[in-house]
């Protein structure tokens, strides 16, 4: 029951256990993720849209993204924790991909960086690689840059796109990626791109064919009713009992039968006395 390092990652990749990794955002949550016993946190840029109700991940800053990964590192204390590089903190140039990349880890206090992009990134993920710091890679569906994708949409479905995304694949592995998320990917290109290389796949809408699975937290445990994705296993409706638990709150405190006594602090009456002069 110790920390999770890149090795004991590597080694259920090696004998062909699946490894398990979701989102989290904050202390509480990454706290319970961490008491489940899943190989890996993601401190995910998709809290642009979870926490912060934007419509996509393109406003993330590297301020927020710092401040969310320290709060997650403060919930676990196992897991492994991988933190997103937002948009804009990269592509620039390799030296402000090092530099934001050494700031995820001395800042955040992460594990590892994500970050989004194929072999025309190569030369920014290789950069960040050599310094020693380990990178996840992020292909398919990459909603950074999903306005040029023509929105969220499904990646590699048809034999020249899976053969592209599979030299993007190789690209980021040679970089020095030790594992690779494919997102939005039909289960057959997945686990052609999965057989061909010797790092694992985290898969997110990609099929039971990847060496992993990552979901969005929220996603998972339904704590939202209006918009499920096709990928996403609801585990839980939790909305349906926060709502509910809301609710009762509510009515209770109109109807004075909240508080009661045993959630009151109560005095003697002698104690009371001067104050009621
Ligand atoms: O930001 C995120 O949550 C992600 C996962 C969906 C892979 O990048
Ligand atoms: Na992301």
């Known amino acids: 029951n ?11 990749y090696k004998d062909g256990i699946p490894i398990s990794m979701v989102t989290a955002y904050d202390f ?6 961490d008491k489940a016993g899943m190989d890996m946190i993601l401190v995910g840029d998709s809290l642009g849209m979870v926490i912060n109700g934007e419509s996509g991940t393109t406003s993330v800053t590297m301020e927020q993204m710092i401040y969310h990964c320290k709060s997650v590192m403060r919930g676990s204390k196992k897991s492994f924790v991988v933190g997103d590089m937002p948009f804009g903190s990269f592509e620039t140039s390799t030296k402000d991909a090092v530099s934001n990349a050494i700031r995820l880890i001395k800042e955040g206090g992460v594990d590892a960086i994500k970050i989004e992009g194929g072999k025309k990134q190569f030369q920014n993920i290789k950069a960040i690689c050599d310094t020693g710091i380990l ?45 690779i998320v ?8 997945a686990l052609a791109i999965t057989k061909s290389l010797s790092i694992p796949t985290i898969g997110i ?13 929220h996603d998972l445990l339904g ?14 409706t939790l909305s349906e009992n926060i709502d509910q ?33």
């Open 245 to 277: 638990s809301l609710k009762n709150y509510k009515n209770e405190v109109e109807s004075r039968e909240f508080p009661s006594p045993i959630h009151s602090f109560s005095m003697k009456e002698s104690e009371l006395s001067p104050f009621l002069d």
């Open 135 to 179: 990178v996840v890679g992020h292909i398919g569906l990459t909603p950074q840059t999903s306005t040029s994708l023509g929105g969220f949409k499904l990646q590699g479905k048809t034999e020249q796109e899976a053969l592209s995304l599979l030299e993007d694949a190789k690209c980021l592995q040679e970089a020095g990626c030790f594992a």
């Open 2 to 12: 110790k920390k999770k390092t890149v090795l004991d990652i590597v080694k259920k």
């Open 182 to 189: 494919l997102e939005m990917v039909p289960h057959a290109t």
């Open 223 to 236: 704590l939202y009713s209006d918009f499920v994705p096709k990928f996403c296993k609801q585990y839980a």
């Open 28 to 33: 509480t949550s990454s706290k319970m993720v």
């Open 205 to 217: 809408g990609a099929g039971n064919g990847t060496s992993g699975q990552v979901l969005v937290y």
